[in-house]
């Protein structure tokens, strides 16, 4: 059974970082690109960064130069460093993998809040 479990969120003022970590179990975590999205309230959630099996990476232009989403194969792990966050940036960040014909997980999400 695929299981992602996200942590790290939290409250931080503007300007501020966090570090997202997202660990994934029941299948094999290197060979899937991982995705993290946002969704804030009254929104759609949206995509932020990915990264490919190849170490590859692809971001929203709303968080290129400040967000760098990494991966730790031996420890089945995504992450997604924040810095210099916004108040706009408040939103649930959940982490996804996409395996094609075996279908799509989510993780339960975690919140962040950028609030003075």
């Known amino acids: 059974q695929v299981q992602l479990v996200e942590s790290g969120g939290g409250l931080v003022q503007p300007g501020g970082s966090l570090r997202l970590s997202c660990t994934a179990s029941?299948?094999?975590?290197?060979?899937?690109?991982m995705t993290w999205y946002r969704q804030a309230p009254g929104k759609q959630r949206e995509f932020v960064a990915r990264?490919?099996?190849?170490?590859?990476?692809n971001y929203a232009d709303s968080v290129r130069g400040r967000f760098t989403i990494s991966r730790d194969n031996a420890k089945n792990t995504v992450y997604l460093q924040m810095n210099s966050l916004k108040p706009e940036d408040t939103a649930v960040y959940y982490c996804?993998?996409?395996?094609?014909?075996?279908?799509?997980?989510w993780g339960q999400g975690t919140q962040v809040t950028v609030s003075p």
């Open positions: 990264i490919l099996a190849n170490g590859g990476t």
């Open positions: 996804n993998v996409d395996r094609g014909f075996f279908g799509a997980s």
């Open positions: 029941g299948y094999p975590f290197s060979i899937y690109a």
